[in-house]
């Protein structure tokens, strides 16, 4: 039999996320399946763990594997204002998923900005600012702007948008991640308006159309650095989260379809003051802008296009395909190491590439960053930076 690997972990690390688990040491080394002499032996630094276990470790008290690498504790995690949710989510506290979700981004971007200071390339402060007293329209094309994105630029983008909407951010110093498993009744995307390296966390069981949205949506929240969850739904429970929502809804709806090229769209002007849209008509419009039909008969109803009563008759039908998404099984997919790839954005892998270039980190370090096994690695390079094998 082969000899187990050590993982060689930081033991204060881990006697520390099991306290924050709120795990007894009996209660954790039943979870991980091992016995609390081993485990109280790892914490005290007299033994190690197995690789597996380790990782066993990390899943029971749901933390990044590459946390137990650090040399102390990162800062104390504040869940953030929940927003808005679905309206038939109860509202208050965060599930103990999503809080497990928030606070695994805000420690991959702890770690983003080691790397950042490490590489003697600080990350540089987010200074795109915004107010709610701010006019929409003129945000959006300011948005536009400051993200160097030109209408040539959308209309090649077509079924591909998020991705290039989303490199785009990036490149701006935003970490933006993908998060699986979540039901869309939990959260649809999340922003942390933080001032250096600010986060984006978007829903990967939403269609792509709906990240786009969701993406531009909580960049303006970033913009008027309020933190928050964003569910489906216009029924806000308080003003000023509500205020926030619909201003959010508005830009990002200006942002993706500006209101010069909509209404100049020979499809648009061709319906005079017809107020009524086929699906056909509403799809073509959202191939165009690279957004859901959804998104463009909102956008028709901002500009005096179509009436409310008509958007809220086309309502019914969007939601039923929203909640058909959560009830969607999984059928295979690309490889593991494109899944995580698209989940941890390139920019951010890339950065913990350049960490192992400069021999900041080891390639274990690189496979606990990207959550990998380390035989995975060089697939993940490759496509991290677009080589071929």
């Known amino acids: 039999m082969a000899k187990s690997v050590p993982a060689f972990i930081n033991p204060a690390m881990l006697a520390w996320a ?14 991980i399946a091992i016995s609390v002499e081993k485990l109280l032996a790892a914490e005290n630094g007299d033994a190690q763990l197995t690789f597996p276990q380790f990782l066993a470790a990390a899943n029971v008290y749901k933390r990044a594997p590459s946390l137990f690498y650090l040399n102390e504790p990162p800062a104390g995690f504040q869940p953030i204002q929940d927003f808005r ?8 506290a965060f599930t103990p998923d999503l809080t497990a979700v928030i606070r695994q981004a805000q420690e991959r ?54 991705d290039h909407w989303r490199a785009k951010i990036e490149a ?52 008027v650095r309020a933190s928050g969850v964003s569910g489906f739904g216009t029924d806000e429970r308080r003003a000023d989260a509500a205020r926030v929502e619909q201003f959010c809804n508005a830009v990002a709806a200006a942002a993706l379809v500006p209101k010069d090229w909509l209404l100049s769209e020979t499809l648009v002007a061709r319906k005079g003051s017809e107020k009524t849209w086929a699906d056909d008509e509403l799809a073509a ?3 165009r802008f690279g957004v859901s039909r959804e998104v463009v008969l909102r956008r028709l109803l901002t500009l005096g ?26 059928t295979g997919g690309p490889p593991r190491h494109l899944v995580v790839l698209s989940q941890l954005g390139r920019s951010y892998a890339q950065l913990v ?9 080891t390639l274990r370090d690189v496979s606990n960053y990207l959550n990998m096994q380390v035989k995975s690695v060089p697939a993940m390079e490759q496509a991290t930076f677009g080589l071929k094998g």
């Open 109 to 162: 971007r702890d770690l983003a900005l080691d790397l950042h200071d490490d590489l003697g390339e600080p990350a540089a402060e987010f200074t795109f600012s915004a107010t709610l007293n701010d006019d929409e329209e003129a945000l959006g094309e300011r948005i536009r702007s400051f993200l160097d994105v030109t209408a040539t630029d959308q209309q090649a983008w077509r079924a591909k948008a998020f």
């Open 305 to 330: 296009r179509t009436t409310k009563a008509f958007y809220d008759s086309r309502r019914p039908a969007f939601q039923k395909e929203y909640d058909d998404l959560d009830s969607k099984k999984s």
């Open 85 to 92: 949710k679905l309206a038939e989510a109860e509202p208050g």
């Open 353 to 361: 590439f350049q960490g192992y270039y400069d021999r900041r980190l």
């Open 172 to 223: 701006r110093d935003v970490l933006v991640f993908l998060i699986p498993g979540l039901p869309l009744t939990e959260m649809r995307g999340v922003a942390i308006a933080e001032s250096r390296l600010p986060l984006i966390l978007i829903n990967s069981k939403d269609r792509t159309n709906g990240r786009t949205f969701t993406l531009l949506h909580e960049f303006c929240h970033l913009a």
């Open 285 to 287: 419009l959202a191939v």
């Open 18 to 31: 099991r306290d924050q688990a709120r795990l007894s040491p009996e209660a954790a080394a039943k979870a």
